[in-house]
C-alpha cells in the first residue's frame, strides 16, 4: 500500500499539529454555542475523530454521507445525499468537517441544504483545501493544507476505497490509476 504512493505531503505529526491549531480557534469560535459537528463521510472521518478531542467545549455530533465521486478521480457534478443527518440544524450553530474541498460542489450544495433547513449558522472546518480546482465560491472558515493540484489519498481519503488506513496525507503515483 505505502508503495503506491509518490509522495508524502502531509505526515501524522503535520496532521496532529494542524489539528490541534484548528481545534483551539475553533473552541474560541464556537465557545458556548453547542456546536452540531457535522462529518461528511467517509472521507473526514478520520479528521473528524481528531479534530472533536482538541474542541474544548461542549458539543454534539453527527454524521452524514454524500456522495459526488463514485470511484472517478474527477468530480461528477452530481451531488446526492446517501446518509441525511439524525438530528435537527434548525437554530443550530453548525460546523462542517469535511476531507477536502476541491471543486466545490459538494460543500456549496451542503451549506445551502443546511441553511434552508434553518441553521443559525455553517462553518466549514476541512483538512485539505485544493483552491486551483474551485469551480464554485465556497470558502472554508479553517483549513488544514493547501493542496496542490494532485490526487491525494490517506488520512481518510481513499481511491477506490482504499488508502484511507493511512496515518498520512499523500499523493497516489499516476500508474496505479492509469492502469485502471
Ligand atoms: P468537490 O469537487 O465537490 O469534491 O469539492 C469534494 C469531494 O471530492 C473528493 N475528492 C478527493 N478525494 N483525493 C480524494 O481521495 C482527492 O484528491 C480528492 N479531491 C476531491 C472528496 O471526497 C471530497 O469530499
Ligand atoms: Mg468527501
Same mark, same amino acid.
Not at 503535520?14 to 491549531?21: L, Q, Y
Not at 469560535?29 to 463521510?41: A, E, F, M, S, T
Not at 435537527?88 to 460546523?95: D, I, T
Given at each position: 500500500?505505502?508503495?503506491?504512493?509518490?509522495?508524502?505531503?502531509?505526515?501524522?505529526?503535520?496532521?496532529?499539529?494542524?489539528?490541534?491549531?484548528?481545534g483551539?480557534?475553533?473552541?474560541?469560535?464556537?465557545?458556548?454555542?453547542?456546536?452540531?459537528?457535522?462529518?461528511?463521510?467517509?472521507?473526514a472521518?478520520?479528521?473528524?475523530?481528531?479534530?472533536?478531542?482538541?474542541?474544548?467545549?461542549?458539543?454534539?455530533?453527527?454524521?452524514?454521507? +454524500?456522495?459526488?465521486?463514485? *470511484?472517478? =478521480?474527477e468530480?461528477?457534478?452530481?451531488?446526492?445525499? /446517501?446518509?441525511? #443527518?439524525?438530528?435537527? @440544524?434548525?437554530?443550530?450553530?453548525?460546523?462542517?468537517?469535511?476531507?477536502?474541498?476541491?471543486?466545490?460542489?459538494?460543500?456549496?450544495?451542503l451549506?445551502?441544504?443546511?441553511?434552508?433547513?434553518?441553521?443559525?449558522?455553517?462553518?466549514?472546518?476541512?483538512?485539505?483545501?485544493?483552491?486551483?480546482?474551485?469551480?464554485?465560491?465556497?470558502?472554508?472558515?479553517?483549513?488544514?493544507?493547501?493542496?496542490?493540484?494532485?490526487?491525494? +489519498?490517506?488520512?481518510?481519503? *481513499?481511491? =477506490?476505497?482504499?488508502?484511507?488506513?493511512?496515518?498520512? /496525507?499523500?499523493? #497516489?503515483?499516476?500508474? @496505479?490509476?492509469?492502469?485502471?
Open positions: 500500500m505505502n508503495n503506491d504512493i509518490k509522495e508524502i505531503l502531509y505526515s501524522q505529526q503535520e496532521i496532529e499539529e494542524i489539528t490541534a491549531k484548528l483551539k480557534q475553533i473552541t474560541t469560535d464556537l465557545k458556548d454555542k453547542n456546536p452540531l459537528v457535522i462529518c461528511v463521510l467517509k472521507g472521518v478520520l479528521f473528524m475523530a481528531d479534530i472533536v478531542r482538541q474542541i474544548d467545549t461542549y458539543c454534539e455530533l453527527d454524521f452524514m454521507d +454524500v456522495s459526488s465521486y463514485g *470511484d472517478a =478521480t468530480s461528477s457534478g452530481e451531488v446526492k445525499i /446517501v446518509k441525511d #443527518l439524525d438530528v435537527s @440544524v434548525k437554530s443550530r450553530h453548525v460546523l462542517i468537517v469535511e476531507d477536502i474541498i476541491d471543486t466545490g460542489r459538494t460543500l456549496e450544495r451549506v445551502e441544504l443546511l441553511k434552508h433547513r434553518q441553521a443559525a449558522s455553517v462553518k466549514i472546518c476541512t483538512l485539505l483545501d485544493k483552491p486551483e480546482r474551485r469551480v464554485k465560491s465556497v470558502v472554508p472558515d479553517y483549513v488544514g493544507f493547501e493542496v496542490p493540484n494532485e490526487f491525494v +489519498v490517506g488520512y481518510g481519503l *481513499d481511491y =477506490t476505497g482504499h488508502y484511507r488506513n493511512l496515518p498520512y /496525507v499523500g499523493i #497516489l503515483k499516476p500508474e @496505479v490509476y492509469e492502469n485502471n
